[in-house]
């Protein structure tokens, strides 16, 4: 059964929500939605490196916040309500250089006035990069 407000939803239908945003000046993309999941991707690049090449542990957090944050207003009545972030932590677990990242956020709860959600983010071989849980407060809009 799907989470989200509007049956059937596609990619394409809510693109236009990462535009003028942080994630699209690291180049985040919205690749595919489930009944209860939601996928994206960044490049491993000059945009998204620390000073040692590697991944950016805040280029990780900001795409978990981005998946699990869109995630979290598709579920909701954009009339009525809007979702913002409480609170993220993050554990980094491997380390990526280069390539493609892949995050998934799902649901672990989604009430009336809170939601979490968990993002696992993997490299290219589909290991385990980064685990992310993001808070969000569901509020009724002016």
Known sequence: MSIWFHKG???EQFQYLGKNTLGEHLG???TEIGDDFIRGTMPVDHRTHQPYGLLHGGASVALAETLGSVGAALTVDH???MCVGLEIN???V???RSGVVTGTAKPI???AT???WDIRITDERDKLVCVSRLTVAVLKRK
Do not use: C, P, Y
Request: glycine content about 4%; cysteine-free.
């Open 114 to 116: 809170t939601q979490v």
């Open 28 to 30: 985040m993309q919205f």
């Open 79 to 81: 009339e009525k309500l």
């Open 109 to 111: 709860h989604i009430g």
């Open 9 to 11: 939803l596609t990619v």
């Open 90 to 92: 993050a554990n980094h």
């Open 94 to 96: 491997r380390s990526v």
